[in-house]
C-alpha cells in the first residue's frame, strides 16, 4: 500500500499521534520505548482534519491549502521522515503509519479499536503549568476502547520512578491496578498503589487527629479496600515490589504530588461511552491538567 495512504493498524500496536509541533518528539519517545518493552508493533498517526484547512482558507489574503511535494494534501513529508526516524531508532520494533483525512480525536478513538495502547500529548498553556488539552487528547481519554498515555509537555519520557495507581474499589479502579501490574512487572519498577479519604465521621465526630482510634479505624477501612484489589495481583505478579499507602487529602492533589517523582500515573475511568456523555471525572482531569509526568487512562470493561 502507497504509505501516503497509510498502512493499516496492526492488532496490538501502540498507536501515537503526531502533530507537527514540538512535543511530537516526547510524544513520539514514550511510545516507541512502550512498543519495544511490550514487544508490540508501533503505529504514527498523522491525522490531517480538511475540514478545519478548508473553514481556514481566506480569499481576501490568499492563503489555500498547502500540497506536499507530490501534490498531497497534508504534510506527507513530516510522516514519512518520522516513520524513517523511529524504525532507525527502534530497528527491532515493526513500525507503520497513516495519515488520514479526518478530525484527530475521531482518528485517536478508530485506531483505538486495534490498539493496545494510544499515546498523545499535551501542552503547557499558564503561569501555573497547567496543561491544556486539547480536543483529540481529551476526547481520546474519554472514548478510547483502549488505555490512552496523556504525555505531558516537558515530562520525562525515560522515567524510571515508581508506577503509582489509584485505587478506590471501583471496578474502574480495578482495571487501572491490573494494569499498572502489569507495567510495573515489564519496567521491573516498583509499585506504588493509593487510595485517600478526605472527611470520615465516626460516632458523630469528624476524623481530624492521627493515632486516635477513630483515625486508625478509618484507615484500616480503606487498605481493606486497597488489598481487596492488589492482594490477587500480587499472586498473578509475584515479581512486582508493591507498596499500599492511604492517605489523608484530595485524590487530585496526592497523584499531582507523586507525579513528580513517578514513572507513570495510571488511573481508571467510567469510559461512558458516546459523545452525550462526555465526563471524565474531576479528579481524573484534574490529574491529567497538573501532572509532570505521563499519566495513563484506563477504561474499565462495561457491565451489563
Given at each position: 500500500?502507497?504509505?501516503?495512504?497509510?498502512d493499516?493498524?496492526?492488532?496490538?500496536?501502540v498507536?501515537?499521534?503526531?502533530?507537527?509541533?514540538?512535543?511530537?518528539?516526547?510524544?513520539?519517545?514514550?511510545?516507541?520505548?512502550?512498543?519495544?518493552?511490550s514487544?508490540?508493533?508501533?503505529?504514527?498517526?498523522?491525522?490531517?482534519?480538511?475540514?478545519?484547512?478548508?473553514?481556514?482558507?481566506?480569499?481576501?489574503?490568499?492563503?489555500?491549502?498547502?500540497?506536499?511535494?507530490?501534490?498531497?494534501?497534508?504534510?506527507?513529508?513530516?510522516?514519512?521522515?518520522?516513520?524513517?526516524?523511529?524504525?532507525?531508532r527502534?530497528?527491532d520494533?515493526?513500525?507503520?503509519?497513516?495519515?488520514?483525512?479526518?478530525?484527530?480525536?475521531?482518528?485517536l478513538i478508530?485506531?483505538?479499536?486495534?490498539?493496545?495502547?494510544?499515546?498523545?500529548?499535551?501542552?503547557?498553556?499558564?503561569?501555573?503549568?497547567?496543561?491544556?488539552?486539547g480536543?483529540?487528547?481529551l476526547a481520546?481519554?474519554?472514548?478510547a476502547?483502549?488505555?490512552v498515555?496523556i504525555?505531558?509537555q516537558?515530562?520525562?519520557?525515560?522515567?524510571?520512578?515508581?508506577?503509582?495507581v489509584?485505587?478506590?474499589?471501583?471496578?474502574?479502579?480495578?482495571?487501572?491496578?491490573?494494569?499498572?501490574?502489569?507495567?510495573?512487572?515489564?519496567?521491573?519498577?516498583?509499585?506504588v498503589?493509593l487510595?485517600?479519604w478526605?472527611?470520615?465521621?465516626?460516632?458523630?465526630?469528624?476524623?481530624?487527629?492521627?493515632?486516635?482510634d477513630?483515625?486508625?479505624?478509618?484507615?484500616?477501612?480503606?487498605r481493606?479496600?486497597?488489598d481487596?484489589?492488589v492482594?490477587?495481583?500480587r499472586e498473578t505478579?509475584?515479581?512486582?515490589?508493591?507498596?499500599?499507602?492511604v492517605l489523608?487529602?484530595?485524590?487530585?492533589?496526592?497523584?499531582?504530588?507523586?507525579?513528580v517523582?513517578?514513572?507513570?500515573?495510571?488511573?481508571?475511568?467510567?469510559?461512558r461511552?458516546?459523545?452525550?456523555?462526555m465526563l471524565?471525572g474531576?479528579?481524573?482531569?484534574?490529574?491529567?491538567?497538573t501532572?509532570?509526568?505521563?499519566?495513563m487512562?484506563?477504561?474499565?470493561?462495561?457491565?451489563?
Amino acid at each position: 500500500m502507497d504509505e501516503r495512504e497509510g498502512d493499516a493498524i496492526p492488532d496490538g500496536a501502540v498507536v501515537v499521534g503526531i502533530g507537527n509541533s514540538d512535543r511530537d518528539a516526547e510524544t513520539l519517545t514514550w511510545a516507541g520505548n512502550s512498543a519495544q518493552r511490550s514487544g508490540s508493533p508501533l503505529h504514527i498517526l498523522h491525522a490531517h482534519d480538511l475540514s478545519a484547512e478548508m473553514a481556514a482558507i481566506d480569499p481576501v489574503a490568499g492563503n489555500a491549502i498547502s500540497l506536499g511535494p507530490d501534490g498531497d494534501l497534508g504534510n506527507a513529508s513530516l510522516l514519512a521522515e518520522t516513520l524513517a526516524g523511529s524504525r532507525e531508532r527502534w530497528p527491532d520494533v515493526p513500525v507503520t503509519g497513516s495519515q488520514p483525512f479526518v478530525r484527530p480525536e475521531q482518528a485517536l478513538i478508530d485506531a483505538s479499536q486495534n490498539a493496545r495502547l494510544v499515546v498523545v500529548g499535551a501542552a503547557r498553556v499558564s503561569a501555573l503549568q497547567r496543561l491544556g488539552l486539547g480536543r483529540p487528547s481529551l476526547a481520546a481519554a474519554m472514548h478510547a476502547k483502549c488505555p490512552v498515555v496523556i504525555v505531558p509537555q516537558g515530562s520525562r519520557a525515560n522515567a524510571d520512578g515508581p508506577v503509582v495507581v489509584a485505587i478506590d474499589g471501583s471496578a474502574h479502579s480495578a482495571a487501572a491496578a491490573e494494569r499498572a501490574f502489569w507495567i510495573a512487572e515489564l519496567r521491573h519498577a516498583p509499585l506504588v498503589a493509593l487510595t485517600t479519604w478526605n472527611v470520615e465521621v465516626v460516632d458523630g465526630m469528624v476524623v481530624t487527629t492521627p493515632g486516635t482510634d477513630a483515625w486508625n479505624a478509618t484507615e484500616a477501612k480503606y487498605r481493606a479496600i486497597a488489598d481487596k484489589v492488589v492482594d490477587p495481583l500480587r499472586e498473578t505478579h509475584p515479581d512486582v515490589d508493591c507498596t499500599v499507602e492511604v492517605l489523608r487529602n484530595s485524590a487530585a492533589k496526592v497523584l499531582t504530588e507523586r507525579s513528580v517523582d513517578a514513572g507513570l500515573i495510571v488511573m481508571g475511568t467510567r469510559g461512558r461511552g458516546g459523545f452525550t456523555g462526555m465526563l471524565l471525572g474531576s479528579v481524573s482531569q484534574q490529574v491529567l491538567e497538573t501532572a509532570s509526568c505521563p499519566v495513563m487512562v484506563v477504561r474499565a470493561a462495561p457491565t451489563s
